[in-house]
């Protein structure tokens, strides 16, 4: 239930701030996912809207921003550099 309502405020940040709109562009590594209907790439972004409000649809740094900016926190996003054997930290930080 928390991830929908987290879903929810992000989808509403995305569409109330259009500087996301400018920060937006296509993920050259998409896929088609027939899970959730998505039958290619997202190419523009009222398409990428659409289906952020997905439930299926992964989470991106676009979206942790403005989740980040609605809650008023900073998120840390950690990833595993295999070949360093070393863990990567990134921190998104909310805008007033």
Not at 25 to 43: M, R, S, Y
């Amino acid at each position: 239930r928390e991830a929908s309502n987290l879903r929810v405020l992000t989808v509403k940040r995305l569409e109330k701030h259009p500087k996301f709109k400018d920060k937006w562009a296509p993920d050259e590594n998409e896929q088609a996912n027939e899970q959730i209907g998505l039958k290619g790439p997202v190419e523009s972004f009222q398409d990428y809207f659409t289906w952020v409000a997905n439930k299926g649809y992964y989470i991106d740094g676009l979206q942790l921003k403005a989740i980040a900016e609605k809650l008023q926190q900073n998120i840390i996003v950690f990833k595993f550099r295999r070949q360093e054997n070393i863990w990567h930290s990134r921190k998104l930080v909310h805008e007033y």
